[in-house]
């Protein structure tokens, strides 16, 4: 053991290990390095801004203004990451912690952070033609939107584990509200209430891990964390495998990983659908990004302890997930389904606790924003007027109405199962490796396997859009052709995503490229001057 | 073998097609896919086009294929996801050559003789990105590449069973995904840990490159006996064995005409080629330690295929049957791990794909003409339409094996090959000749013999037009059962190279007893 945690010393950088941060006093005020935070600051600017415009001048705005400017803010927000990308891989500036220690200031936080921005777009665009359909416009969905996103950003760089709260609970926040923003669909109210009491109860969770935690290690930081339990063994652990506990039921929750996952399908479909795209894409990115960070680098020596659950949520998520998805009939139900077990193929790439499986991790949280805002931008569309026409039978010659629209939903749904020459495979292959590179092949064959049983959901869906709604001969059947209308927002969202969902699976190397350069460093305080 | 494999890219120095022969088909899907709705006929044209422009430059790759080399040719190499060790590696050998001519010739054939029942705009788009897929799927020599041609091929086929099926196609299409898909989940894992463990060895960089790692053998004999095991499973659903062929006789039979023939000719054949070029190349003594359940689920599809054939109602069902046998006699060639089983059954891969499709044209002609192919409703067309009579004959003659066609030198060396390594496998598997003279013949009696009743009484004589798209493959038939030497001196120099690489990793292959020439010469005496 004391080889053990002398070789986790030499290897951390020399100007590390021997300064574990002495939490500062509060009095003094700590230096900020503004430039870093910029994705940050101009999303929450985007938001605040946004919303003070948009009151003050709420009857001469003219329409999809505010998408228009969301979708501004988070693109510069986006555009403002690759400045940053380049100055982290500089050694003078490198790997950094921002604000005292309380955030990260490394490629895997700025990764994800992109991610963010991007579900941003996406939610935003689609959001725009739905409340004019449903008649709800106004700019509060645009600032939660963005003020959501800050929250993510905050908690995918957290370096410390009262910060990581913060972020969640800014997020969470203000995914609660988004949820229950149809003011005139009850079941959007039932959903945000759900979600909220069930979410305010697993951040109490998290919190109270986080104060367990604080007790064995004596810090909340993860460096001190990190340090503190390489350094020391600790004679009775009870106090932190219950802190550890916690935290995965608080984490588990916000990814939506069985048997944490019962809130799942009813917010998702009672969500209106923009917002539900956004919580698969952004809020899952968000929750795996900075449950990675935590127990990858912050509990890395702790793995032996934490693994085995995770790989029991993860095999739990890819069971529920696939086959509970099989016997819905509500489209928006089968893709939380289905989204709870893409959180089952993610918690992979956190068990295999290795560089690979991280920034396999990565890849996936990629592929899966671009999949999923894809799927429930046409399911924003085909719900139509009322948001309430998601079963499967609405579908039925979607392919005839709408070819387009069809052919872009079939491809999101292959790219889910992970058909090849779609960015879902690369996403899939890659923690099929990572696990693989463990050597623990049983759990890789358990996760195909329950690939192909989702497949089986995914078909479905193409059935009733395919092959439901003609005969043998080609003509259409007897019943409703759905007639929907496609908004501008909505088209640019689906075909940026049809684009992404092909070009990355045929050119993966663009998004594992970066990836595999996004590992997330334990960062020490940084010094005075950078 | 890395000499031999600079030998290979020098020779493709001057024009490597392989990637025009992918490229240019989704080209030409696009484009039909931007036809106007109302100009069904053009996509049509541009499908043909593409299509042939395809086939014609694997006809180029088959001249220029110098013959009596064995290691690969036209290589190409280039990265692609570096990061995850996927690269871009093409190249073809004596193995994979006639299946890309196959797939080549069966194509054009398939979109020029069968026309769409309906929506032929998306119909056409499908084919052509299946005809991509399976021209990929031989040329890939990096096992995610061909794991991404081999799992997308399910697409395109599922529409077009879909859409363009009859009767269940629905359920048929979903079986015919599933089943696959679940057959290469498990080897997706089998490839991950295969280049896993080849690195683990190694300690180089991740690499899914096959000759790499086939060249270096360097995985445990347990493990390479498990992953051999679900590199098979993903095969068997394929070819299909027994007890996996279930969902076969229905996308067979659901599928619309050309479906069929391209199923028949070149998607089964993934599985028989995949055996040979994956299982035996990466894991010799895997396979030889799994030969005898494989020669076994052989036999086994071979009797039972012949089977179920002979009890059929449905024409086209027992054509899918025969295939089930036929495909029997590859995995029983293969499985035998001697030279001239492999050279059979690769024969036999492609003369497989040249009389079942043409056999399913036939049904399908039949079907369009009677709008039924149960074989009680037919009686008497030799009568009335003596000269489709006898193509179907000379093609179910094929079918058969008769000496002198094209079903009988594959099906030959198979069962010497088989006989050398597995000897009672063998005399087995031999009564399954007979049989499919029994299934075949027996149908043939009942719907062409006799006097045709009232509604047989209008069966169309063959047109012009469905002459030409049977012509070729009628050639190819005789003329491929008459000589077929040109084909096995570009397929046994691999094949030797490969049973060599076997042997190096067995010791109970006998190495001097591999290259032995005699029985090949007897077969093309028998031929003649």
């Given amino acids: 053991m004391l080889a053990d945690v002398t070789r986790v010393l030499q290897a951390l950088p020399p100007s590390v290990a021997p300064t574990a941060p002495e939490p500062e006093p509060a009095s003094i005020v700590p230096e900020v390095a503004w430039s870093s935070l910029t994705p940050v600051l101009i999303l929450f600017g985007g938001a605040v801004v946004g919303l003070v415009i948009a009151s003050l001048l709420r009857r001469a705005l003219p329409r999809s203004v505010a998408a228009l400017w969301t979708v501004g803010v988070a693109v510069a927000a986006l555009v403002s990451v690759f400045p940053l990308w380049g100055r982290v891989g500089n050694p003078a500036e490198g790997p950094a912690s921002l604000v005292s220690g309380a955030l990260a200031f490394d490629r895997f936080s700025l990764f994800a952070t992109a991610l963010l921005c991007v579900a941003v777009v996406f939610a935003a665009l689609l959001a725009d033609g739905y409340l004019r359909r449903e008649d709800l416009e106004g700019p509060e969905l645009y600032a939660l939107l963005l003020l959501a996103a800050v929250g993510g950003a905050v908690m995918v760089s957290a370096n410390d584990l009262i910060v990581t709260f913060i972020g969640l609970e800014v997020l969470s926040i203000s995914t609660y509200v988004l949820t229950a923003m149809h003011r005139r669909r009850v079941s959007s109210q039932e959903a945000g209430l759900k979600y909220f009491v069930l979410g305010a109860f697993s951040s109490a969770f998290l919190l109270y891990g986080i104060a367990l935690v604080y007790g064995a290690t004596g810090g909340t930081n993860l460096l001190h964390v990190q340090t503190f339990l390489s350094e020391n063994l600790l004679d009775d652990d009870y106090l932190l495998l219950a802190g550890l506990a916690m935290l995965l039921v608080g984490f588990g929750f916000k990814v939506a990983a069985a048997p944490l996952h019962m809130w799942t399908p009813d917010v998702y479909q009672g969500a209106p659908t923009p917002v539900t795209a956004f919580m698969a894409s952004a809020v899952k990115t968000a929750a795996f990004a900075a449950m990675l960070r935590v127990f990858v680098v912050g509990f890395a020596s702790q793995s032996e302890q934490w693994r085995p659950v995770v790989l029991t949520l993860c095999v739990l998520s890819l069971v529920v997930g696939s086959v509970a998805a099989v016997v819905q009939t509500n489209v928006k139900r089968m893709l939380a389904y289905s989204s709870i077990s893409h959180a089952g193929f993610l918690l992979l790439g956190i068990e295999a606790a290795s560089e690979r499986g991280t920034s396999s991790v990565l890849v996936y949280l990629a592929a899966y924003t671009v999949m999923v805002a894809g799927s429930f931008g046409v399911v924003t569309l085909v719900g139509r007027t009322g948001d309430g026409r998601h079963g499967l039978d609405d579908y039925r010659g979607l392919a005839r109405a709408h070819p387009g629209l069809a052919l872009a939903f079939a491809v999101f749904l292959l790219a889910q199962a992970g058909t090849p020459f779609t960015v879902g495979f690369i996403a899939k292959l890659g923690v099929i490796t990572a696990v693989a590179e463990r050597g623990d092949w049983w759990i890789a064959a358990v996760a195909m396997l329950s690939a192909v049983v989702s497949a089986f959901l995914y078909l479905r869906i193409i059935v009733a859009m395919y092959f439901d709604g003609a005969d043998d001969h080609g003509a259409p059947v007897e019943g409703e052709v759905p007639v929907v209308s496609v908004p501008w927002g909505a088209r640019v969202a689906i075909g940026l995503a049809v684009v992404a969902t092909l070009g990355l699976g045929v050119a993966p190397g663009l998004v594992s490229g970066p990836a595999s350069d996004a590992v997330p460093e334990p960062v020490a305080v940084a010094e005075p001057g950078t | ?528």
């Fill in chain 2, 1 to 528: 073998m890395i000499a031999v494999v600079r030998a290979g890219a020098e020779a493709g120095t001057a024009f490597n097609p392989i990637l025009a022969m992918i490229v240019v088909p989704l080209v030409g899907a696009a484009v039909v896919a931007l036809v106007p709705r109302v100009r069904a006929e053009a996509a049509r044209q541009v499908a043909t086009i593409a299509a042939a422009l395809s086939g014609g430059l694997s006809i180029y790759l088959l001249t220029e294929f110098h013959r009596g080399e064995a290691g690969f040719q036209f290589v190409q190499r280039a990265a692609w996801a570096e990061d995850l060790g996927i690269g871009w590696h093409v190249g073809v050998d004596g193995i994979s050559l006639f299946l890309i001519v196959l797939t080549g010739i069966l194509f054009p054939l398939a979109i020029l003789g069968v026309r769409p029942e309906h929506d032929p705009k998306p119909y056409y788009a499908w084919m052509l990105v299946l005809m991509a897929g399976s021209m990929g799927v031989f040329v890939a020599l990096d096992l995610v590449m061909f794991f991404f041609f081999f799992e997308i091929v399910l697409v395109p086929m599922y529409f077009l069973i879909g859409l363009w099926g009859h009767g269940d196609r629905v359920y048929a299409a979903t079986k015919f995904f599933l089943y696959t898909m679940f057959g290469s989940a498990l080897m997706l894992v089998g490839i991950v840990a295969t280049a896993v463990l080849h690195q683990r060895a190694t300690g180089g960089p991740l690499t899914f490159d096959l000759v790499e790692i086939a060249t270096g053998q360097e995985i445990g004999t347990g493990a390479a006996r498990w992953i051999f095991a679900s590199f098979a499973l993903a095969f068997a659903v394929k070819v299909p064995l027994f007890p996996l062929h279930t969902w076969l006789p229905d996308a067979h039979t659901e599928a619309p005409t050309a479906g069929s023939v391209i199923l028949a000719g070149v998607m089964l054949k993934l599985g028989t080629y995949g055996f040979v070029r994956f299982g035996l190349y990466l894991f010799p003594e895997a396979a030889h330690f799994f030969a005898p359940v494989l020669l076994t689920l052989g036999v086994v599809g071979i009797l039972y295929g012949a089977f179920c054939a002979t009890v059929q109602k449905d024409l086209k069902r027992l054509v899918a049957y025969s295939s089930v046998a036929h495909l029997g006699f590859i995995v029983l060639g293969t499985f035998s791990l001697t030279n001239q089983g492999i050279t059979g059954g690769v024969l036999q891969m492609v003369n497989h794909g040249i009389t079942t499709p043409a056999l399913f044209l036939l049904v399908g002609m039949i079907y369009e003409r009677r709008h039924t192919r149960q074989i009680d409703e037919l009686v008497g067309i030799q009568k009335v339409a003596p000269i489709f009579a006898g193509v179907f004959t000379l093609v179910m003659l094929s079918s058969i094996g008769l000496p002198g066609l094209n079903g009988f030198p594959g099906e030959f060396l198979a069962l010497i090959g088989a006989f050398k390594g597995a000897r009672w496998w063998a005399v087995v598997a031999a009564s399954g000749v007979i049989f499919a003279a029994l299934y075949l013949l027996w149908a043939y009696q009942r719907s062409f013999h006799g006097t045709p009743d009232e509604a047989n009484r209008s069966f169309r004589e063959l047109r012009l037009g469905e002459a030409l798209v049977l012509a070729p493959l009628c050639v190819l038939i005789v003329f491929l059962g008459l000589y077929p030497k040109p084909m096995i001196d570009r397929i046994e120099p691999s094949v030797q190279e490969l049973v060599r690489h076997i042997g190096q990793h067995d010791p109970t292959v006998d190495i001097e007893d591999v290259p032995a020439p005699g029985p090949l010469a007897g077969a093309e005496e028998g031929g003649h």
